[in-house]
Every structure is written in C-alpha cells, then in structure tokens.
C-alpha cells in the first residue's frame, strides 16, 4: 500500500483542520492505519491510531479529547479530524500504515510499514 497525505495548512490557535491519508492498493482494510507527527528539532511522535476494522481507535495524552482518527474503508483513507489546535501541535503529519488488523504497539513508530510523505500543519498564536 501506498499513502498520500494532505489537508495540512495554517490555522489559528483554537482553529480546526481535518487530515486525509489516500491509500493505494486492494488490501488497505486489513491494515491498521496511525497518525504521528515531529516538530523541528524533535523525534517523531504518535499521535492516533485505528484498528484495521476501524473499530477502536487510540490517542496520544495531549490530543485526547481534540482529535478525532477515523476511516473509510471504501474510500481507502484514513482521516484526522483535529480541534481546538494549539501552537505546541505544529508539526509535520504522517500517516502510517501497519499491515496487521491490530498490533499492541500502535504508538510505535517502527510498527508501521508503509509511511506517507507528510504534511505541514502550522498553528499561530
């Protein structure tokens, strides 16, 4: 599978942005799809995550309750619907896929196979 992410941008503090993450390829229901982000000078870090079945889904502490991941099999994307957005959320946005239905370590970049080539999202006080 294949990932082209987009939707980033410049918002203002307490503004909203949705991301999308287009997948290539037949078998995209069967991954587990995550969302991570690094900010200039930092590691890259977890963000969300969505079991294959896109009936659980998982959030890192300082997102939970603004952000919201989900997807649509169909259409083979993966979304991340983000809320009052503060300036420390400025970061480049990756999404990632996991070819298993679930793995525990989701927040865990190196459970991830495939990577999407990011997107800037920038937040301004």
């Known amino acids: 599978v294949q990932l082209q992410a987009s939707g980033g941008g410049l918002v203002q503090t307490g503004g909203s942005l949705r991301l999308s993450c287009a997948a290539s390829?037949?078998?995209?229901?069967?991954?587990?799809m995550g969302w991570f982000r690094q900010a200039p000078g930092k590691e890259r870090k977890f963000v969300a995550a969505?079991?294959?079945?896109?009936?659980?889904?998982y959030y890192a502490d300082a997102v939970k309750g603004r952000f919201t991941i989900s997807r649509d099999n169909v259409k083979a994307t993966v979304y991340l619907q983000m809320n009052n957005l503060k300036s420390e959320d400025t970061a480049v946005y990756y999404c990632?896929?996991?070819?298993?239905?679930?793995?525990?370590?989701?927040?865990?970049?190196?459970?991830?196979?495939?990577w999407g080539q990011g997107t800037q999202v920038t937040v301004s006080s």
């Open positions: 990632a896929a996991d070819r298993n239905t679930y793995s525990s370590s989701y927040y865990s970049s190196e459970t991830y196979d495939r």
């Open positions: 390829g037949r078998t995209f229901s069967t991954y587990s």
């Open positions: 969505i079991r294959a079945s896109g009936g659980w889904t």
